[in-house]
């Protein structure tokens, strides 16, 4: 039914730190320094958890990813490494060690999470895409299921089994989950695109065909301004089997739309 899809690729964005070289106004060889790995002092003894916590969200928002990994296993020993709220706190040093590319350590926190509570929905999600980054994508499913079983109406969750399934080439499948994703949360797609968390192809000719895909399950939801959006990021990306578009019944009725005659009487220059 569907045509041939590669992998769709889930990256999330990974904070490189470089060394820095210090200018001095002296004969001597200029020295090369690594920049400091905390930025604060750390945490306090008297904190309680939730203060360490929430200071650990602070910090990670600011991308202060070492310090806040450090409050967050201050807050483990105040509570202890098997109490539910520990479960919370390896979840979020997890997140912090993916934005690290820490990949194995991320994968053994969330297994600690999970251990814990294994109804932890997000710490399912989470050890899902550890395994979609290191393309193990039958695991990436599993646990993007377990996820689901959690919370079945979570869109991310429906989208992000959607591209493990794209990338281990079961499309029907892939599409399923996209559709729900789209059903639960209309925008995913075009929220996700702009701040680029989820759903970055590993070519461009993976982005074009997801573009195309996403034009075809628009248009057979019968969002047409949608359609012919991702119809014309398709060609913009350089799309090579547009001519699909007079065959596949998805675009029936938008063939109808004057819009799609002008788009493909004067289709846009692919962009290099």
Not at 145 to 151: F, P, T, Y
Request: hydrophobic fraction near 40%; include cysteine.
């Amino acid at each position: 039914m569907h045509r041939q899809i590669f992998a769709s690729i889930l990256l999330l964005v990974l904070i490189f730190t470089g060394l820095c070289l210090i200018a001095q106004d002296t004969t001597q060889a200029i020295p090369i320094t690594p920049p400091p790995t905390r930025r604060i002092e750390p945490p306090p003894a008297n904190a309680t958890a939730q203060d360490l916590d929430e200071r650990g969200d602070q910090l990670r928002g600011e991308k202060a990813f070492l310090d806040a990994i450090d409050y967050f296993q201050a807050g483990i020993k105040k509570v202890g490494s098997k109490d539910p709220f520990a479960a919370v706190l390896y979840n979020k040093i997890g997140i912090c060690q993916m934005q690290l590319g820490r990949w194995v350590e991320a994968r053994k926190s969330f297994e600690k999470a999970i251990k814990i509570d294994k109804n932890y929905s997000k710490a399912y999600n989470n050890l899902a895409v550890v395994h979609y980054q290191s393309k193990k994508y039958g695991r990436a499913i599993k646990n993007y299921k377990r996820a689901l079983e959690m919370e079945p109406e979570n869109a991310s969750y429906h989208s992000n089994l959607g591209s493990a399934y794209f990338a281990h080439k079961e499309l029907d499948n892939a599409m399923t989950e996209y559709a729900k994703a789209l059903q639960l949360d209309p925008d995913i797609f075009e929220r996700r695109s702009s701040v680029g968390i989820v759903a970055q192809m590993s070519s461009p000719e993976d982005r074009a065909h997801f573009s195309y895909v996403l034009a075809k399950m628009y248009a057979q939801m019968g969002q047409f301004d949608k359609a012919l959006l991702y119809l014309r990021r398709a060609m913009e990306e350089g799309y090579k089997d547009i001519n699909n578009v007079y065959q596949d019944g998805e675009f029936a009725q938008l063939r109808k739309d004057q819009r799609f005659t002008a788009l493909m009487s004067q289709p846009p220059p692919a962009i290099p």
